[in-house]
């Protein structure tokens, strides 16, 4: 099993729409969580950072984090074809395990539809 | 803004070359990582840089070496390509070990025939 399961997509979504993005991961000792949006032939850019279960809103975008189901969420309100992107959910230990462990998912694939 | 440049976008090798990747932050960061990103396998951590010449071996380090000489410069160099080494190599930068917000440069295609 990975440490890290992201659907791959693709995700097709009409302008306007409430896209959910997410993961799931199995070790319990991640408390920190991000998402990375990357565009085609780019690298990823940090879009959301948390600490710990909970939510957090920016604009358009909210992050929830359910440790307890080890389940994060990337909600982006009123989509833009401008969202159309892959996003990565990443997740790291803070080394607290002892080696300091930093992973990613493989990505979700968005497309927003004008 | 913080802004991690590498010095290719597209590069195209030849088997048993040796290759250098370089990448330059303009940040002051102190910790710098090498990944490469595959088709459905996402980001793999290659190498990674805490402090001037020192690495630390990521998950994938077999075929491929590093250099840090300055705090702003990280250097990725595969001794002698590979085809499996066809891939996207990221570079990205953080300010220091308990930051968690890594920031990466545009990627470099590297494809070895």
């Known amino acids: 099993q990975k440490e890290v399961e992201q659907d791959p997509g693709p995700l097709s979504v009409p302008e306007g729409a409430i896209v959910s993005l997410n993961c799931t991961y199995s070790?319990?000792?991640?408390?920190?969580f991000m998402w990375y949006r990357q565009y085609s032939r780019k690298g990823p850019e940090l879009l959301m950072y948390?600490?710990?279960?909970g939510n957090k809103e920016d604009g358009r975008f909210t992050a929830q984090v359910d440790k307890s189901s080890k389940y994060i969420s990337l909600f982006i309100r009123d989509s833009q074809p401008s969202d159309s992107a892959t996003y990565l959910c990443?997740?790291?230990?803070?080394?607290?395990?002892?080696?300091?462990?930093?992973?990613f998912g493989t990505g979700t694939r968005l497309k927003v539809l004008a | 803004d913080v802004k991690v440049t590498q010095s290719s976008r597209y590069l195209v090798k030849r088997t048993g070359e040796k290759v250098f990747l370089e990448c330059v932050q303009d940040?002051?960061?102190?910790?710098m990582f090498w990944y490469r990103q595959d088709p459905g396998l996402g980001l793999r951590l290659i190498y990674f840089?805490?402090?001037?010449?020192?690495?630390e071996k990521g998950d994938i380090p077999e075929g491929y070496s590093v250099s840090r000489e300055k705090k702003e410069r990280f250097s990725l160099i595969l001794e002698s390509a590979s085809t499996n080494q066809t891939s996207m190599y990221l570079c990205?930068?953080?300010?220091?070990?308990?930051?968690?917000?890594?920031?990466f440069g545009s990627g470099t295609q590297l494809s070895v025939l």
């Open positions: 990205a930068s953080s300010w220091d070990r308990r930051d968690e917000k890594l920031f």
């Open positions: 070790n319990s000792a991640f408390q920190y």
């Open positions: 948390t600490y710990s279960s």
């Open positions: 990443a997740m790291s230990d803070g080394g607290t395990s002892g080696t300091y462990k930093y992973i």
């Open positions: 940040m002051d960061h102190e910790n």
């Open positions: 840089s805490y402090d001037v010449k020192m690495k």
